[in-house]
């Protein structure tokens, strides 16, 4: 290139072009300053985004902070190597264009890179000066950007670079950087809008290609703002343009409609150039792309929020189980204070038959009461951790309902309650349930409407099939209605959360875990049902629940099955205890002392002979080493040392046919459901839960 191309593109930095440069720069979100290119390098003009991004408040701030030099600029370990750099592109480019990266220490202390374009250039006034566009990298170092994305970035800015004219320098650099487009506007001696330009990269922005598509009118832009920002931005505009003093910055961000019709998100920052009256002449700004920035704090602070729910959930959950904890402790030391209280009792008084009597009778109820808290503490431990199934099978609906009232006679002859169940509009009864899981839903239900509503009062059961169940299901509603104490509006919200319980057992005079309205939702939950309540303090309860069911086909229906032991029904009455087992003989397999000598008592006092395995091991070596016949059931314990029962009832299962035909009944505290299906794929004839309930073994022993 000749001189003369070279003096084409020198920046003519006058007392007449610095305001234009300076209301150009002085607003823009993008940094800019000019040093001396001498040995001092002193600034001789910074705009506002530099100050801020050195975390300056003030430019006599930023001149205290950086010395107003270049070199207070550059971190000290990247200064040599910058300056070194930059002489060399300079010598080298015909262009006089030079780029760095490097590292700036904020009034903060913090670190930054940054993105260094720099124009070398002679000027009438200022002499030999540096105009240096910089751009915040901080994040794409974070990011470790791959080297040879980079280098392309970098070239392509370097190119981009070498193709600028010197009257668009200044703004080519900036739309180039922040990748923006521009707007322009021009006023008469009136103040009145002559014209309005828009720059193609805007166009493109808002996906339109040229003047026909966009014309050069304010409508073009305006038409497209956002409703709900529509008001506040023509505000900000016009007030900008009526600001005679010239100290209102025009910077606002909202969305515009696309062409294809879709609103991205924008930052326009603009400013007057003014008359001496303060009419404006030129209204200059640019559009900067933000949807991206917008959606990252969108998502940011969308997980800060659900972060702080999960924390508040986390801390209520800490003082539910706290509270939780300190019922339990009193719950069950209830009951276990009667169990020893009598117990101390009946052995003081052990000749006073009919008072001995009395005592068992209460320990017996406390132990009942104890097993039950222990049950649903479990219960709610089984479904949290996923290990509770439905298991389906084919039942009658009326049957299940008529059942309830049987298993609540006790409780509601005990308390004086008129109870009733009624049923409408049911004409499907068979249908495919979990009746284990149903009975325990509704017995929740009405066990505690029964528990709250006080003698004299009512709880009214009505259960309807709905007409609106889809092809193959039918659809029931039970509605369960008390005259009880009723519940607040505040614990009505949360009465299925775990651990909720709105009075102590000492304040109600009724105890319970505070779980089972959880482990009722639970299971209604699992059915894919619905289950909601409305009280009133003083008015009573009502709670709805509705499922639905599937209908057994014509072709393949359920057939009714039994209960958990593998043979007999939970129903079904035992015959009064008596010796009924003279001539047999009974294989304990038990590791506990204790529960060895409760078994054998209980077997023996019924006629059995006895015989006691200490674990697993010794029973299967028992069954081998005896003749066929002489055992006639295997009471089996699951958890014990060297073998368990599970591997112990295979062992046996695996001997020659005489011996492995022996029954087997798991005799164990492993009591749900899984425990009661792996014992029967162990190759057990079913299962009997610890505390032993006296009627089923009855029921085994019988059978024998």
């Given at each position: 290139?000749?001189?003369?191309?070279?003096?084409?593109?020198?920046?003519?930095?006058?007392?007449?072009?610095?305001?234009?440069?300076?209301?150009i720069t002085m607003g823009m979100p993008g940094m800019f300053f000019i040093y001396h290119a001498d040995e001092k390098e002193e600034l001789v003009y910074t705009n506002n985004a530099l100050i801020q991004m050195y975390g300056c408040d003030t430019l006599e701030d930023f001149k205290e902070y950086t010395g107003y030099t270049f070199r207070g600029l550059v971190h000290p370990d990247d200064l040599e190597r910058v300056e070194q750099s930059i002489a060399h592109q300079i010598m080298n480019s015909e262009n006089n264009l030079d780029y760095e990266e490097y590292r700036i220490i904020c009034k903060d202390g913090s670190i930054r890179w940054v993105e260094d374009y720099g124009h070398f250039v002679h000027t009438d006034t200022y002499g030999d000066?540096?105009?240096?566009?910089?751009?915040?990298?901080?994040?794409?170092?974070?990011?470790?950007?791959?080297?040879?994305?980079?280098?392309?970035?970098?070239?392509?800015?370097?190119?981009?670079?070498?193709?600028?004219?010197?009257?668009?320098?200044?703004?080519?650099?900036?739309?180039?950087?922040?990748?923006?487009?521009?707007?322009?506007?021009?006023?008469?001696?009136?103040?009145?809008?002559?014209?309005?330009?828009?720059?193609?990269?805007?166009?493109?922005?808002?996906?339109?290609?040229?003047e026909i598509d966009f014309p050069n009118v304010l409508e073009s832009w305006s038409d497209l703002l956002h409703e709900d920002e529509k008001e506040h931005v023509l505000s900000e505009y016009y007030s900008t343009i009526e600001d005679r003093t010239g100290k209102k910055i025009y910077d606002v961000e909202y969305r515009l409609l696309t062409k294809n019709r879709e609103y991205r998100w924008f930052r326009a920052a603009g400013k007057l150039s003014r008359r001496g009256d303060g009419t404006p002449i030129s209204y200059i700004g640019i559009?900067?792309?933000?949807?991206?920035?917008?959606?990252?704090?969108?998502?940011?602070?969308?997980?800060?929020?659900?972060?702080?729910?999960a924390l508040k959930q986390a801390q209520r959950s800490n003082r539910a189980k706290t509270v939780f904890l300190n019922n339990m402790s009193h719950d069950i030391r209830t009951p276990m204070n009667a169990i020893i209280g009598f117990t101390d009792l009946a052995v003081s008084r052990i000749d006073n038959k009919e008072a001995v009597a009395d005592y068992l009778s209460k320990i017996m109820t406390s132990s009942r009461h104890l097993l039950s808290l222990i049950n649903n503490v479990l219960d709610m431990s089984h479904i949290e951790s996923g290990k509770v199934h439905l298991e389906e099978k084919e039942y009658n609906i009326l049957d299940i309902i008529h059942e309830q009232a049987a298993m609540v006679q006790a409780d509601v002859g005990a308390r004086q309650i008129d109870f009733s169940i009624e049923t409408r509009d049911i004409v499907h009864e068979e249908v495919i349930c979990d009746k284990l899981r149903l009975n325990q839903i509704l017995l929740n239900v009405v066990g505690n409407a029964l528990k709250f509503t006080p003698p004299k009062g009512s709880v009214r059961v009505y259960v309807a099939e709905k007409a609106d169940a889809p092809d193959g299901y039918a659809c029931y509603e039970f509605r369960i209605r008390d005259t009880g104490i009723g519940m607040s509006r505040d614990f009505l919200k949360d009465i299925f959360e775990?651990?909720?319980?709105?009075?102590?057992?000492?304040?109600?005079?009724?105890?319970?875990?505070?779980?089972?309205?959880?482990?009722?939702?639970?299971?209604?939950?699992?059915?894919?049902?619905?289950?909601?309540a409305e009280s009133e303090v003083g008015k009573g309860t009502e709670f709805k629940i509705v499922l639905s069911f599937r209908l057994p086909d014509e072709t393949g229906r359920f057939s009714k099955k039994e209960e958990a032991d593998g043979i007999y029904a939970e129903d079904e009455k035992a015959d009064d205890a008596g010796s009924f087992g003279e001539?047999?003989?009974?294989?304990?397999?038990?590791?506990?002392?204790?529960?060895?000598?409760?078994?054998?008592?209980?077997?023996?006092?019924?006629?059995?002979?006895?015989?006691?395995?200490?674990?697993?091991?010794?029973?299967?070596?028992?069954?081998?080493?005896?003749?066929?016949?002489?055992?006639?059931?295997?009471?089996?314990?699951?958890?014990?040392?060297?073998?368990?029962?599970?591997?112990?009832?295979?062992?046996?299962?695996?001997?020659?046919?005489?011996?492995?035909?022996?029954?087997?009944?798991?005799?164990?505290?492993?009591?749900?459901?899984?425990?009661?299906?792996?014992?029967?794929?162990?190759?057990?004839?079913?299962?009997?839960?610890?505390?032993?309930?006296?009627d089923k073994l009855d029921r085994i022993l019988k059978s024998l």
């Open positions: 290139m000749n001189m003369q191309g070279k003096e084409d593109l020198l920046l003519i930095l006058n007392e007449q072009t610095f305001p234009i440069i300076e209301q000066v540096f105009y240096v566009f910089l751009e915040d990298a901080t994040e794409r170092y974070l990011n470790m950007q791959k080297a040879a994305q980079v280098e392309e970035l970098l070239e392509e800015k370097r190119k981009a670079l070498e193709k600028l004219e010197h009257e668009t320098t200044a703004l080519r650099i900036i739309h180039e950087i922040l990748e923006s487009g521009m707007w322009s506007m021009e006023f008469d001696e009136n103040g009145r809008m002559e014209s309005v330009f828009w720059s193609d990269e805007f166009r493109r922005m808002v996906g339109y290609k040229d559009f900067v792309d933000i949807t991206e920035s917008k959606r990252m704090d969108r998502e940011f602070r969308e997980q800060k929020r659900m972060l702080e729910d775990p651990f909720e319980r709105e009075r102590t057992s000492t304040v109600s005079k009724t105890q319970g875990t505070g779980l089972g309205m959880a482990i009722t939702k639970s299971f209604v939950d699992m059915m894919k049902g619905t289950i909601t001539g047999k003989t009974i294989l304990l397999a038990e590791d506990n002392e204790l529960n060895q000598e409760i078994a054998v008592a209980v077997l023996e006092e019924r006629g059995f002979a006895v015989d006691v395995a200490d674990d697993g091991a010794i029973a299967v070596e028992k069954i081998r080493e005896a003749e066929p016949g002489t055992y006639d059931l295997i009471l089996m314990d699951i958890q014990m040392p060297v073998m368990n029962g599970y591997e112990a009832a295979e062992k046996i299962r695996e001997l020659d046919e005489e011996r492995s035909r022996v029954p087997i009944f798991a005799m164990t505290a492993n009591a749900f459901d899984e425990d009661k299906k792996q014992a029967l794929e162990a190759g057990m004839n079913g299962h009997i839960g610890k505390p032993i309930e006296m």
